[in-house]
Antibody
Framework: EVHLVESGGGLIEAGGSLRLSCIVSGLTFRNAWVSWVRQTPEKGLEWIGRIKGAGATTDYAAPVKGRLSISKDDLKSTVYLQMSSLKIEDTGVYYC????????????WGQGTLVTVSS | EIVMTQSPATLSVSPGERATLSCRASQSVSSNLAWYQQKPGQAPRLLIYDASTRATGIPATFSGSGSGTEFTLTITSLQSEDFALYFCQQYDTWPIAFGPGTKVDIK
């Protein structure tokens, strides 16, 4: 069974940066498509970006493009989310999710990690 | 950009009764729609994809229907563990989008 575990959340000042990690198990990690979805009080569930399979190509949502970078380490079966210039409205729970190749719905979700951006 | 709406915002149902949740897309998404369940303090869980296909391990008490812009999630004979928040998500057109959710609570 696919399992995802996020870490790295916490309290961060506005304007700062964060790096979240997501360890994935139960599948061939190198080929996995992994997305980040956040849940905020303001916007609810919001897809923010993904990294796709062996080619490690990335896609980002327009509202965060330019501030977000997703990468992975195949040896550690880990996906990283790096976000800069954090805003109060970035506060929320960040989930990494697994989607089957070429599908755009999310079969498995991690437990989430809370990010709180303070002024 | 497709906007998803869900109704009602809150649905109060007695245990053992049926719940019918609606999801509407601002333009056609064909059958490219998923439903998720979220319990307090937990991550969402995939229930239905392709509008009507149950995900692995999801009981037959959950069923999805619809296509185009109108979709329904039906939960027959609600059990205590079914009282939760339910979201729909379209994945037909980029960017994918989630609905705001329907909370199913105990009447």
């Amino acid at each position: 069974e696919v399992h995802l575990v996020e870490s790295g959340g916490g309290l961060i000042e506005a304007g700062g940066s964060l790096r979240l990690s997501c360890i994935v198990s139960g599948l061939t990690f190198r080929n996995a498509w992994v997305s980040w979805v956040r849940q905020t009080p303001e916007k609810g569930l919001e897809w923010i970006g993904r990294i796709k399979g062996a080619g490690a190509t990335t896609d980002y949502a327009a509202p965060v493009k330019g501030r977000l970078s997703i990468s992975k380490d195949d040896l550690k079966s880990t996906v990283y989310l790096q976000m800069s210039s954090l805003k109060i409205e970035d506060t929320g729970v960040y989930y990494c999710t697994w989607q089957a190749t070429f599908s755009n719905y999310f079969h498995r979700w991690g437990q989430g990690t809370l990010v709180t951006v303070s002024s | 950009e497709i906007v998803m709406t869900q109704s009602p915002a809150t649905l109060s149902v007695s245990p053992g009764e049926r719940a019918t949740l609606s999801c509407r897309a601002s333009q056609s998404v064909s059958s490219n729609l998923a439903w998720y369940q979220q319990k307090p303090g937990q991550a969402p869980r995939l229930l239905i994809y392709d509008a009507s296909t149950r995900a692995t391990g999801i009981p037959a008490t959950f069923s999805g229907s619809g296509s185009g812009t109108e979709f329904t999630l039906t939960i027959t004979s609600l059990q205590s563990e079914d009282f939760a928040l339910y979201f729909c998500q379209q994945y037909d057109t980029w960017p994918i989008a989630f609905g705001p959710g329907t909370k199913v609570d105990i009447k």
